[in-house]
């Protein structure tokens, strides 16, 4: 659904055989009201200002950002530069599914407000509201190879400040935590530099850790199904 709302919106398009096949557009928006997928609630803002391009691959899409920035219900998410590359299955090359993400910045509270209304898969809508992440992720890439939740291979790489999310499961919740992590479906490393941070274990304690100042280094490699 084309967006609607007040304001300026500049647009370059090319056609392939008489179809759309790649269009940026320069928008300076207020009150938009628009729907990004058909199943997807609709997405009401305040205030959208920033480059939104997209683009028709053989097999997938993609879609870029440039200083994109939005705001809703005294919400804000701060310009960001965003590439989302997606290629669906093929079954006569025998290929997964497989995309890519990269964000230089992102602020995850304004994000998970949001995500009912961008074409998500509701089981990671439901994971997104299960651990109701907050803080902030920098310089993230993500690589993934397979269908979601549960792709068959995977890169992760991004710096996080004040980073939170409740506990779920035997997955610990977090409050104010900062560091970094580099991971793939075999193992990886996580570094923590933070301070005032809390930790929550309610399987195992029945209150939460709290950290004048957490530093830690930490590795872990897949075996199978252990650890």
């Not at 509701?122 to 397979?146: C, H, I, N, V």
Request: some cysteine; glycine content about 8%.
């Amino acid at each position: 659904q084309l967006p609607q709302g007040f304001g300026a919106v500049r647009l370059w398009t090319a056609l392939k055989k008489g179809e759309p096949s790649e269009m940026t557009a320069d928008v300076q928006l207020a009150h938009v009201r628009t729907r990004l997928a058909t199943e997807a609630r609709e997405l009401q803002l305040d205030e959208l200002k920033g480059r939104i391009s997209w683009k028709l691959l053989a097999d997938g899409f993609e879609v870029k950002t440039s200083k994109l920035g939005m705001s809703a219900n005294a919400l804000v998410m701060q310009p960001m530069d965003l590439l989302l590359r997606y290629r669906n299955s093929n079954s006569v090359r025998s290929k997964p599914a497989n995309g890519e993400l990269q964000l230089n910045a992102v602020d995850l509270e304004p994000l998970a407000a949001f995500a009912d209304s961008l074409p998500i898969a509701p089981a990671l809508l439901r994971e997104f509201d299960q651990y109701k992440p907050r803080g902030s992720l920098y310089d993230m890439t993500l690589r993934w190879s397979g269908e979601w939740p549960q792709p068959e291979q995977y890169t992760l790489k991004s710096r996080f400040v004040n980073l939170g999310v409740n506990a779920v499961g035997r997955l610990p919740g977090l409050q104010n935590v900062s560091g970094q992590i580099d991971c793939n479906e075999k193992g990886g490393t996580l570094a923590l530099n933070t301070q005032n941070s809390t930790v929550e274990l309610p399987r195992v304690f029945a209150q939460k850790l709290a950290f004048d100042m957490l530093n830690a280094q930490v590795g872990w490699q897949l075996n199978g199904a252990q650890y």
